[in-house]
């Protein structure tokens, strides 16, 4: 076209402009996918929702890099492209460089040529698309997020106001027109539900989209009531991450499918394969991630790295507690994906992103002492406060912050054992104990208990804190229900009595000395354990510690009740009651 061709009559450049989107026609605007779409019936409803609502201009597909969002954007939009006559248009963004401008690129994909040299490229952009009615994807959007390119997204927007602006992005653009939509992963099933039978399932994408991978890496491979449970133990593992899947599949060529799962268990470095089909930047998950990790600032990679000591979701408290983390530091990193929250205000990382932080944070012993360090004294100052709320409604809610809990405090006391951090192990004990039958069933108690007891034996400190330790821990394991067919309950009362009687402090201990009269009694001495809980409650009456006369009171009348001081046991009862309302 030559110089100025068209400048003399603008109702001739209208029609060239029209004649070129039109010859454009047989050019396809949205790549073809080589492979089946498979499930996301939810999210593509969601997607057309938002993109048909005249309000919605500019939507951006938020989650962490393989979760799937440039194929269900792909999906969406060519579900949709017949809504918009002037054509739906791919414009890959993963090429460039960070911050680059992004006007090339917009104009290779709507296949836009410049046609005068003395008009601004971005001007004749924006006035091509001023009366178009046009649906734009700008795939990985976090490559090029900057001031500049924000900025012209929002002239588009203003310019030509039948445009529309679907985004894939790790990060979100942070703007007040913007719709989010965050993606997770592809469903799986999550809890030990049966999912034997004829195609069952087939109800969920995740393994779906595993099969189908697998075919074709493996042409005899099916789905069977052998292979399913490893099928689903890999999903799990990649928490419904398509390309974690998909990677996974490929190794069915050589590997079966409990081999697969056994290997991601231990290494994040597994999923990968060279198909040379696949980009080089998502041919590995550590690849996807060492993309993302490099759009961190340093101050979020340290924040991020500490954050993922944290097993499942953790609170605001505990992020700033352990990692320094205050709110808009956990609102910046889950605007890049990294952390998602729910409504209970819990925070959490998609595992793999979690694993892979987690590497980082090992490789660097100063950091990973102070974040071990700060965790376990987080955890046991938690246990601590809890046990200050044993009355009502409120043991309910701390039971169940408990129980979320769990996880975490097991990994910090395994710390304190290692590093014989004795007043955090008390402070833990203290916590635990007022709550202990709530657990009486849960096998974590002896991982719990078991490793303490090896370890506080094998030192025999002479702290009086440490022996007092060792033998509320033995009265605990006399309580678990792992040993109560065995004769060692009596052995383990004994040895807690020999110690408390060295240390001399049992009538200071409260609860622990209910717990052990009431041990005793079942399992030792029916009548001295009667005389253990009668002295016990008389100091806990001078003290006035309510909550503990009441449990108490109940332990004391059960033991009347066996040698059939029925009349005092039922006094007693009446007692615990009225104490425990009080």
Same mark, same amino acid.
């Given at each position: 076209?030559?110089?100025?061709?068209?400048?003399?009559?603008?109702?001739?450049?209208?029609?060239?402009?029209?004649?070129?989107?039109?010859?454009?026609?047989?050019?396809?605007?949205?790549?073809?996918?080589?492979?089946?779409?498979?499930?996301?019936?939810?999210?593509?409803?969601?997607? +057309?929702?938002?993109?048909?609502?005249?309000?919605?201009?500019?939507?951006?597909?938020?989650?962490?890099?393989?979760?799937?969002?440039?194929?269900?954007?792909?999906?969406? %939009?060519?579900?949709?492209? =017949?809504?918009?006559?002037?054509?739906?248009?791919?414009?890959?963004?993963?090429?460039?460089?960070?911050?680059?401008?992004?006007?090339?690129?917009?104009?290779?994909?709507?296949?836009?040529?410049?046609?005068? #040299?003395?008009?601004?490229?971005? #001007?004749?952009?924006?006035?091509?698309?001023?009366?178009?009615?046009?649906? !734009?994807?700008?795939?990985?959007?976090?490559?090029?997020?900057?001031?500049?390119?924000?900025?012209?997204?929002?002239?588009?927007?203003?310019?030509?106001?039948?445009?529309?602006? &679907?985004?894939? +992005?790790?990060?979100?653009?942070?703007?007040?027109?913007?719709?989010?939509?965050?993606?997770?992963?592809?469903?799986?099933?999550?809890? =030990?539900?049966?999912?034997?039978?004829?195609?069952?399932?087939?109800?969920? +994408? @995740?393994?779906?989209?595993?099969? #189908?991978?697998?075919?074709?890496?493996?042409?005899?491979?099916?789905?069977?009531?052998?292979?399913?449970?490893?099928?689903?133990?890999?999903?799990?593992?990649?928490?419904?991450?398509?390309?974690?899947?998909?990677?996974?599949?490929?190794?069915?060529?050589?590997?079966?499918?409990?081999?697969?799962?056994?290997?991601?268990?231990?290494?994040?470095?597994?999923?990968?394969?060279?198909?040379?089909?696949?980009?080089?930047?998502?041919?590995?998950?550590?690849?996807?991630?060492?993309?993302?990790?490099?759009?961190?600032?340093?101050?979020?990679?340290?924040?991020?790295?500490?954050?993922?000591?944290? /097993?499942?979701?953790?609170?605001?408290?505990?992020?700033?507690?352990?990692?320094?983390?205050?709110?808009?530091?956990?609102?910046?990193?889950?605007?890049? *994906?990294?952390? /998602?929250?729910?409504?209970?205000?819990?925070?959490?990382?998609?595992?793999?992103?979690?694993?892979?932080?987690?590497?980082?944070?090992?490789?660097?012993?100063?950091?990973?002492?102070?974040?071990?360090?700060?965790?376990?004294?987080?955890?046991? %100052?938690?246990? +601590?406060? %809890?046990?200050?709320?044993?009355?009502? *409604?409120?043991?309910?809610?701390?039971?169940?912050?408990?129980?979320?809990?769990?996880?975490?405090?097991?990994?910090?006391?395994?710390?304190?054992?290692?590093?014989?951090?004795?007043?955090?192990?008390?402070?833990?004990?203290?916590?635990? !104990?007022?709550?202990?039958?709530?657990?009486?069933?849960?096998?974590?108690?002896?991982?719990?208990?078991?490793?303490?007891?090896?370890?506080?034996?094998?030192?025999?400190?002479?702290?009086?804190?440490?022996?007092? &330790?060792?033998?509320?821990?033995?009265?605990?394991?006399?309580?678990?229900?792992?040993?109560?067919?065995?004769?060692?309950?009596?052995?383990?009362?004994?040895?807690?009595?020999?110690?408390?009687?060295?240390?001399?402090?049992?009538?200071?201990?409260?609860?622990?000395?209910? !717990?052990?009269?009431?041990?005793?009694?079942?399992?030792?001495?029916?009548?001295?354990?009667?005389?253990?809980?009668?002295?016990?409650?008389?100091?806990?009456?001078?003290? =006035?510690?309510?909550?503990?006369? @009441?449990?108490?009171?109940?332990?004391?009348? /059960?033991?009347?009740? #066996?040698?059939?001081?029925?009349?005092?046991?039922?006094?007693? @009862?009446?007692?615990?009651?009225?104490?425990?309302?009080?």
């Amino acid at each position: 076209i030559r110089q100025g061709e068209f400048r003399r009559d603008p109702a001739q450049r209208v029609m060239f402009e029209k004649a070129r989107i039109d010859d454009q026609e047989s050019i396809s605007r949205l790549p073809v996918p080589l492979t089946p779409f498979v499930g996301r019936n939810q999210e593509l409803e969601d997607v +057309s929702q938002l993109l048909n609502d005249p309000t919605c201009r500019l939507l951006t597909l938020v989650g962490p890099g393989g979760i799937g969002k440039t194929r269900l954007a792909l999906q969406s %939009a060519a579900s949709l492209q =017949d809504n918009y006559p002037d054509g739906a248009f791919f414009v890959g963004l993963s090429a460039l460089s960070s911050g680059e401008d992004i006007l090339p690129a917009l104009a290779k994909g709507l296949h836009y040529t410049y046609y005068e #040299q003395d008009s601004l490229p971005r #001007q004749q952009i924006l006035n091509f698309l001023r009366n178009k009615k046009i649906l !734009l994807l700008l795939d990985n959007f976090e490559h090029v997020i900057s001031n500049e390119n924000i900025q012209f997204l929002l002239e588009i927007l203003s310019t030509a106001y039948q445009v529309k602006i &679907l985004i894939t +992005s790790r990060a979100s653009l942070n703007l007040q027109g913007e719709n989010l939509y965050a993606l997770a992963g592809m469903e799986y099933p999550a809890g =030990d539900i049966d999912i034997q039978g004829k195609d069952r399932w087939q109800d969920f +994408s @995740a393994i779906v989209l595993f099969a #189908q991978c697998a075919k074709r890496a493996n042409p005899s491979f099916d789905i069977s009531d052998q292979n399913l449970m490893h099928v689903v133990s890999i999903c799990r593992s990649v928490q419904g991450m398509p390309l974690g899947i998909e990677l996974a599949a490929t190794w069915l060529e050589v590997l079966s499918e409990y081999e697969i799962a056994e290997e991601i268990k231990h290494s994040l470095d597994f999923l990968e394969t060279d198909q040379r089909d696949i980009p080089i930047r998502q041919r590995s998950l550590r690849a996807v991630f060492d993309t993302t990790w490099r759009y961190l600032t340093p101050e979020e990679q340290d924040i991020y790295q500490r954050l993922s000591i944290f /097993q499942g979701s953790f609170t605001r408290e505990a992020a700033q507690a352990v990692a320094g983390a205050n709110l808009r530091d956990l609102a910046a990193l889950t605007h890049k *994906s990294l952390l /998602q929250h729910d409504e209970r205000g819990r925070y959490w990382s998609h595992e793999l992103l979690r694993q892979y932080a987690f590497d980082k944070l090992a490789s660097n012993m100063d950091i990973w002492w102070d974040v071990r360090d700060q965790h376990s004294s987080y955890y046991a %100052a938690f246990l +601590s406060r %809890a046990s200050h709320k044993k009355t009502g *409604s409120q043991q309910t809610l701390v039971i169940n912050s408990i129980d979320l809990e769990l996880e975490k405090i097991t990994l910090g006391w395994h710390w304190m054992i290692i590093h014989q951090y004795y007043d955090q192990m008390w402070q833990v004990g203290q916590g635990m !104990l007022p709550y202990l039958w709530t657990w009486f069933f849960n096998p974590v108690i002896d991982q719990l208990i078991d490793p303490a007891i090896e370890m506080l034996e094998d030192e025999r400190s002479k702290e009086t804190l440490a022996n007092n &330790l060792l033998a509320t821990l033995m009265v605990v394991k006399a309580n678990s229900y792992s040993e109560l067919t065995t004769g060692r309950p009596v052995q383990y009362c004994q040895r807690a009595e020999a110690i408390f009687k060295e240390t001399g402090s049992l009538p200071d201990l409260g609860i622990v000395y209910t !717990l052990f009269g009431t041990t005793y009694g079942w399992y030792a001495d029916l009548h001295k354990g009667i005389e253990y809980l009668q002295k016990c409650l008389s100091i806990l009456r001078e003290n =006035d510690q309510r909550w503990e006369i @009441a449990v108490t009171e109940r332990m004391l009348a /059960q033991l009347l009740f #066996q040698i059939d001081d029925r009349n005092e046991a039922r006094k007693l @009862a009446e007692e615990s009651t009225r104490h425990s309302w009080e």
